[in-house]
């Protein structure tokens, strides 16, 4: 191919430019129409931002739905108050200051979110017919379509789809509220640490007292490598395999090739079931003894959730009828084999994950 003459790259450049500019010219007449009630033009500043708020909701709340509702909430608040913004700093990073804020509210309100070990130690052997725990607020998972899109600032450390991995965010909510939004809007969204304390209200020095605090914590709770790197490492051919073969061996009552997969501090858990297991005898034996011998029939999809690779499973617990949706199971991988399977129970999330209900 023969080179690009100069010209053109300068014609390409220049109307790269024309189109920042037209962009620019654009939101700012749509951010003066909203100001003053347009609430079309509004929706044309805010609609772009929309996925990459609901993740930052989603990373402070653990849940898809309280994101749901932190981000409605905020972006009431934010068309309430919009007339009062003077653009000194970016409607973008003031829209993140009030959905935040909005965040931090829901924090205090309805506290932290939990996955089965948190709760208490693993069991040892199968437990049948184990029940729901309705009382606590459990970790859900998130469909992570679109995740990444957003612009992150130079000082970013955690790429966005690291910030949706499930450890991340189950260990974000062992932090008090404050801690956790300094963190993600400096690590992960690339804010400076003054930026940070007028987006909370509070001091730079706080700031960085409770930056330290939550990097200590965050470090205990959160595995390295993160899943993006293991994941790269492995590549999408030989993820997608064990993906099939894990959905192959559950759809077939194959242990041993399900067993083939995982590697030996295995742990298997399923909220809101609150028991779960460690080790390879104990995931064994709760997998012979329910999902490959006592449920019934499975059917699967391969799906992505919290940036990682995920199977929704269907089941048929008779002979007849159809598969109905039952769980997203998400899987951490540790190199090509299986470390992790956090299967969320529930048809809810198969919605959110625009999944169908049931499968033949």
Excluded at 60 to 81: E, F, I, N, P, V
């Amino acid at each position: 191919m023969a080179p690009v003459p100069d010209k053109d790259r300068g014609g390409a450049a220049e109307s790269s430019l024309v189109s920042e500019l037209s962009a620019a010219v654009a939101g700012d007449a749509d951010l003066a129409l909203a100001q003053g009630g347009d609430d079309a033009a509004f929706t044309r500043l805010v609609e772009p931002l929309r996925p990459e708020l609901h993740a930052h909701c989603y990373r402070m709340l653990g849940s898809t739905h309280d994101a749901d509702d932190a981000l409605q909430d905020a972006l009431l608040r934010a068309w309430r108050g919009l007339a009062g913004f003077a653009g000194r700093g970016s409607l973008r990073a003031w829209l993140y200051t009030v959905a935040t804020r909005t965040c931090l509210d829901l924090v205090e309100a309805r506290g932290r979110r939990a996955l089965p070990m948190d709760l208490g130690p693993s069991s040892a052997h199968a437990v049948v017919g184990d029940t729901p725990l309705t009382e606590v607020a459990w970790l859900g998972p998130y469909p992570d379509a679109g995740v990444g899109s957003g612009p992150a600032g130079p000082g970013a450390r955690y790429e966005q789809r690291e910030a949706v991995e499930l450890a991340f965010v189950a260990a974000l909510q062992h932090l008090p509220g404050n801690q956790r939004a300094a963190l993600l809007l400096f690590e992960v969204l690339g804010f400076s640490a003054a930026e940070i304390a007028a987006i909370m209200d509070t001091s730079t020095t706080s700031v960085n007292s409770a930056l330290a605090r939550a990097r200590r914590i965050v470090a205990e709770k959160a595995p390295s490598p993160s899943q993006q790197q293991t994941l790269r490492k492995i590549g999408d051919a030989r993820v997608r395999d064990v993906v099939h073969r894990f959905a192959g061996a559950l759809e077939r009552g194959d242990a041993d090739a399900l067993i083939s997969l995982l590697v030996e501090d295995v742990t298997w858990s399923m909220p809101p079931l609150p028991h779960w297991y460690h080790g390879l005898a104990a995931v064994t034996d709760f997998a012979v003894r329910v999902p490959l011998t006592a449920c019934g029939s499975w059917r699967h999809l391969p799906v992505s959730a919290n940036g990682q690779p995920a199977v929704a499973c269907y089941l048929r617990p008779d002979a007849t009828g159809e598969h109905v949706a039952w769980s997203v199971n998400v899987l951490t991988l540790r190199e090509d084999r299986i470390a992790e399977v956090t299967a969320f129970i529930g048809a809810e999330h198969f919605t959110r994950f625009g999944l169908p209900a049931a499968l033949p």
